[in-house]
Nanobody
Framework: QVRLVESGGGLVQPGSSLTLSCTAS????????MNWYRQAAGKQRELVAA?????RANYNPSVADRFTISRENAAIHLRMDRLKPEDTAVYYC?????????WGQGTRVTVAS
């Protein structure tokens, strides 16, 4: 069992920056993929950013020029710049270890004036 704990969410104004962190109970070196998802009210959960074991990152086109995923030791971060109201959602950390998949409990991000 892998435990994931997200932090860093909150209420921010449009145009602001925020960094989410996901602290894991294992090293990122033991993860096959590291991902951030989000789910807005009334919408399906969507993939925001993904990082492979070798460090290759991919992004949802809606955030590709504004968000940055990174990793260190036992943490995965999501740097979010130029936030928009449409980025409002609960953000979830997700990792794959071998054939198993684990989720965090989510952290809420609200972008509003």
């Amino acid at each position: 069992q892998v435990r994931l704990v997200e932090s860093g969410g909150g209420l921010v104004q449009p145009g602001s920056s925020l960094t989410l962190s996901c602290t894991a109970s294992i090293s990122v070196n033991d993860m096959r993929t590291m991902n951030w998802y989000r789910q807005a009210a009334g919408k399906q959960r969507e993939l925001v950013a993904a990082m492979s074991a070798v460090g290759r990152a991919n992004y949802n086109p809606s955030v590709a020029d504004r968000f940055t995923i990174s990793r260190e030791n036992a943490a995965i971060h999501l740097r979010m710049d130029r936030l928009k109201p449409e980025d409002t959602a609960v953000y979830y950390c997700n990792v794959q270890v071998g054939l198993l998949e684990f989720w965090g409990q989510g952290t809420r991000v609200t972008v509003a004036s």
